[in-house]
Structures are given as C-alpha cells and as structure tokens.
C-alpha cells in the first residue's frame, strides 16, 4: 500500500507538472527592457520580444539552430491578437534555469502585425496562458548591453566584430556598429534569414555624450533574425570610459548605454574623475579591481502636503562601500563614478521600488572592519557595517513635522574617515571637505517641466573646482509603478546647466498620488573626489555632496 501511495504521488506531480498552465507576467524589448507606461514602451513590427513568466516551455537553454524560424518550438506557441486580428509569432529561443520549466520565452513579432494595444497568448504542450497585454508599435529600438539588463556599457563592435571595452576602447573618427531590435516592419519572409538593407526613410539619430554621431547603415542584419544594426561613426571631441549613448528612432529615444572612446593609439580609456587608462590596464591584467567608495551627503526637499503645507525635511548621511570586481564584472559594470561625466546626461528606468542607481554588476563585498569612524567640526560618529561591504549611518536629520528630529551633523568644513581595517580591506584614513550650502537662483519658479522643451538651472557658491549634479525622476502608477530618472553633471564653476528636451523627453509624463506629483528634481554640489589607499583596494575615493530637492511635476 505504501508502494502504490507513493506511485499515485509521484504520478500526480507528473501530471501537475505536465499540465501547469503557462503564467505570462510581461512582454518587453529583450534589449531595451522599456517598462510599460514609459516612453519607449512597446513591440516593434518585425521585431524581436521576449514574455517573461513561469511554465513558459521545457527547462533549461532551448534555442532554434536552423531557418526557417517556426511557430511552435519544443511544444511552445505565441499568437498575439491587436484589433481582432491575430497573427502566429515566431520562436526563437526559450530558458528556464536548472530543472524550472521556462520563466522567459524569446519571439520575433511579423512585420504584418497591427499597430496598437493587444493581447500576447503563449500555449505550451496544450495549455493556454491566461492573455497578456502587449503594445506594438511602429519602431521601439533597444540596444543590446553587455549587463543584459539594458543599460552600462552597449554592445557595439568594431569592423572586425570585436566588442567595444573600456580595455579596448573606440576612437574618435572610427567606424563601429550598434546592435539592437526595434527599428521596424521589413517585407518578405521573415522565416528565413533577413536580405538586409539600409532603411533609409527612419530617421535615426545617435548621440555619445553631447556630440551626435553621423550614421551611415540603419537596417536588418544580413543573416539574422530581428536583430538590427546601426553603423556610425564615433564623433570627435569625445573622451571617457562611460560615455552616455543613446539612439532616437523618428524621436523616441532607446535605453541608455555607455561607450567607452580614448584617443587614437590609446586602448585602455580614462575616466574624468575615476580610473585612469594605466589603472584600468592594471586591472585588467591583474583581473580584477578592488574599489571602495565613502560618501557624505546633506539632502534637504521641499513638498506641499495637503493639510500640512510645505514642508521641508533633511538628512545627513554617510555611506562606504567595499567590493572587488572580476574581470567581466570590470568590462560590465557603470564605472566608479556616481553621475558620470561632466557635459553627460544619462537616463534610467526602475519599476516599483527598484533603486534605479543600483547597478546590476555588482562585486564581490570587500570586510573593512566592523565600522568606520567619522571626525568633524561637531564630534565623532560611528558608520557601521549593515551588510558585507556596506557601512551606513543617519548623522542628523529634520522632519519637517517636529517628530524624530535630531541635531544635523554636516555643517562645511573638514572630515576625517578611519576605517580600522578588516579582512579584506586594510586601515585607512581619508580627508575631504564638506561643502557649504549653495543657492539654486531659479529654483522657486520651476514647479510644472514641460518635457518638450529645455529646462534650464543656475546657481552660486557651489562647490569650488567640484561638479554640479542636476537629478530628475518621474514616475507612474498605472499600468504599473514604474518611472524613470535623469542625471546631468556640469562644473561647479559655470553657474548653470541646461537640459536638453530630448532628455526629458524620455520620462514619462509624471503621475498623481494624494494630490502630490510623483516627480522630483534636485540639485547637488559635490566636492572634488579625495583618493586614498588600502591594503585590499586599487582604487579608494571620499566624496561629499549637499543636495536641494524639490516636488514638480514634468508634464
């Protein structure tokens, strides 16, 4: 009796497993990832999609070796309806980790399908999913970046198809090409390998840093399969490892990426206030970079709340980090620099509660101690250890309703941080100077953005030799939380900066929660990075911003 009990048991979760019905979550550019809600949200025709859920197909890495391309592949079937009419996708590949069936399918949309909000059905061995939204498009280019999370450094290749790397970097005037999906409908047949062809009625603009590139190919990848190809030429007057790149397709811009560009004769790149070429040399042929970060920072923001009025809350913080990278980590991640470089803007997507800062590559945590030790005008505070590699301390902060105040610590002036050495990282003492408060001369006449036109801000008494960091963020809350920010960095010497609108055109629209507007902009002025050394780290540095915020809403 055991033995058939057990029989019946095993059988049952066979069969429950065999008729588990397929869960599609989402549908997105499998380059771009552009959540829905956002700008540059949507299918393109002929492009490729990738449904993320659970049940999706076989377990494992399962992909389509031979054209022409089918509608059903190891059991799996997509069919998306737009308008009552319903098209067969094409499979192209499915993963599913270890012995899970299937949490993430790939399929190319036809260039004959609809334009306009539809439904996604994905049938594995029989069972139909429950419909999924999916909104196709005209043309919603993505590129592909080495994260595969769609942002840090973008795939790009030189004419002998070697990739682009911060320890092989482009040149000014050098041809390379872009890889992506997205930038629209072909004709023929798209089972087969696509012609290719330069589509020269799409307007495409590439833009690396501020300088806008000049494109010579735009169009299907001879061979390929949904993969799309901009070929460019990397424009002069540009220099840095994580040089901001994005690709507007008829005005709807990409995800942001980066390129790593040096001058001619030079491989290895060099950050403005980060590594330089040497450092990154040296890392690369040692195979891995130890880093460690400290930062201090004042934040004060000002809202309206409805029955309260305006309020305006502020925090003193300190934060350290300690990580080491390998090699691929090094070649993959955003770089040691928080905002990037001084001319650059940069644009980032985030859904629910996501820190949008956080970089997907993430080190190895480097132990420095139990905590660290911080020395200033008015005393001394401990930073503690709150998780391998992360120290974190609350130095002071004020409400704005007279509960849980207490005294702010960062007043301008010199700090010192000891860290007293740990396994991983040896004892160091580092200085910087805290910088005083500045004035943001427009900031009472900048409430609602118009995300078509240029916004522009200026300011007095920032931090001398330091940069000014300009922060953005809108977000939604239907169909998802999702929103995306913005940072734009100038030197602290020129009094003003300016937004370009194609930047802010790539927020969304901010929405409501509560009567308050779910948009932020705040201006920063940061210190000149200070270097030190440790036992453990190739490369150490204290920096120190104060940052004004306040509530708009971009329109």
């Excluded at 480097?366 to 590699?389: M, S, V, Y």
């Amino acid at each position: 009796m055991r033995h058939f009990r057990r029989m019946l048991l095993v059988t049952w979760l066979c069969s429950a497993a065999l008729l588990a019905q397929p869960v599609v979550d989402s549908v997105l550019n499998p380059a771009s990832y552009a959540l829905p809600g956002m700008p540059n949200y949507g299918i393109a025709q002929g492009g490729l999609f990738v449904a993320f859920g659970r049940n999706l197909g076989p377990s494992g890495w399962n992909e389509v070796k031979l054209f022409p391309l089918p509608t059903v592949f190891n059991g799996i079937s997509i069919r998306v309806t737009v308008g009552g009419t319903s098209v067969d996708c094409l499979v192209m590949n499915s993963y599913g980790a270890g012995s899970t069936p299937a949490t993430q399918v790939v399929g190319l949309l036809p260039s004959s399908t609809p334009i306009g909000d539809g439904t996604l059905v994905l049938t594995y061995n029989g069972q139909r999913s429950t419909p999924a939204p999916i909104k196709v498009v005209r043309r919603a280019f993505g590129m592909v970046t080495l994260n595969s999370a769609g942002s840090g450094p973008a795939v790009i290749t030189d004419a002998g198809y070697r990739v682009k790397l911060i320890t092989e970097a482009a040149h000014p005037g050098q041809a390379v090409v872009l890889w992506g999906t997205g930038l629209g409908a072909i004709s023929g047949d798209e089972r087969q390998p696509a012609p290719g062809g330069d589509m020269t009625n799409v307007d495409v603009k590439v833009y690396v840093g501020d300088r806008e590139a000049t494109v010579f190919y735009r169009g299907r990848t001879p061979g390929a399969a949904g993969l799309d190809q901009i070929n460019f030429y990397v424009p002069g007057g540009v220099n840095g490892c994580y040089l901001p790149l994005v690709v507007y397709v008829e005005g709807i811009p990409s995800n942001w990426a980066t390129l790593p560009v040096a001058p001619e004769g030079n491989n290895f790149c060099s950050e403005q206030n980060g590594l330089s070429g040497a450092e990154i040399q040296a890392a690369s042929e040692r195979g891995s970079l130890g880093v460690g970060n400290v930062f201090l920072y004042r934040m004060s923001q000002t809202m309206t709340v409805p029955q309260f009025g305006s309020i305006t809350t502020t925090m003193d913080m300190a934060e350290a980090e300690f990580g080491r990278y390998d090699l691929q980590g090094l070649i993959r991640f955003r770089g040691t620099q928080m905002f990037g470089d001084v001319g650059s803007c940069t644009v980032l997507q985030f859904a629910g509660e996501e820190d949008p800062d956080m970089d997907p590559i993430q080190p190895q945590p480097l132990d420095a101690g139990p905590a660290l030790t911080l020395n200033g005008p008015k005393g001394q505070k401990q930073i503690p250890r709150e998780d391998p590699g992360y120290y974190s301390a609350i130095l002071g902060q004020i409400t704005g309703f007279g509960q849980g105040d207490t005294p702010l610590f960062l007043d301008p002036g010199s700090y010192t941080v000891t860290g007293p050495g740990g396994p991983n990282v040896g004892q160091f003492t580092t200085t910087q100077t805290f910088p005083g408060n500045f004035t943001w001369q427009n900031r009472d006449s900048i409430n609602n953005i118009p995300r078509n036109q240029d916004l522009r801000v200026t300011w007095t008494n920032a931090a001398a030799g330091g940069q000014v960091v300009l922060y953005g963020l809108s977000a939604i809350s239907t169909p998802i939380q999702a929103g995306a920010v913005f940072f734009c960095v100038a030197q602290s010497s020129a009094g003003q900066l300016t937004v370009p609108a194609r930047i802010l055109s790539a927020l969304p629209a901010s929405g409501v929660e509560d009567g308050i507007p779910m948009g932020q902009l705040m201006l920063g002025t940061m210190s000149a990075p200070a270097r030190f050394n440790a036992t453990g780290l190739d490369y150490g540095y204290f920096s120190s911003v104060v940052v004004d915020g306040k509530l708009v809403a971009f329109n």
